[in-house]
């Protein structure tokens, strides 16, 4: 029987972070170290001043999903991500939150962890 990750916290957002990994080991790895976070965030906000230009006068920011704080976020080579513009304090507030998930739950380099949006 297929073993279940158990809900590590659920943000006030409504997102679920699950924690642990399925019996297929399969998960997203976090959090890397700091210089592959930049590589990351470099990687999305690329993707952003593509597509949108210079929209850094806008009030709005560069988001990416996976975090950048994955070891699966926009460097990773695969085109497997997505970027987009948000509200800067929305997205300062979602940082500060996955900081907080890998805090509280004591989340290391490599651990896996589950992201889930309710419907």
Known sequence: ???????????????????GASATGE??????????????????IKTCEDIWGDYLKSGLECDEYP??????????????????LIVG????????MIGEVYSVNRLLNGDAFYVTIPR
């Open 89 to 96: 304090d929305n997205n300062r507030k979602g940082d500060n």
């Open 27 to 44: 998960g997203t790895p976090a959090p890397p170290g700091r210089e592959e976070q930049k590589k990351n965030r470099e990687a999305a």
């Open 1 to 19: 029987m297929a073993s279940t990750p158990w809900v590590a916290k659920i943000p006030p957002s409504g997102v679920g972070i699950r924690c």
């Open 67 to 84: 975090f950048a704080s994955t070891e699966e976020g926009a460097n990773k080579g695969d085109r497997r991500y997505s970027a987009g």
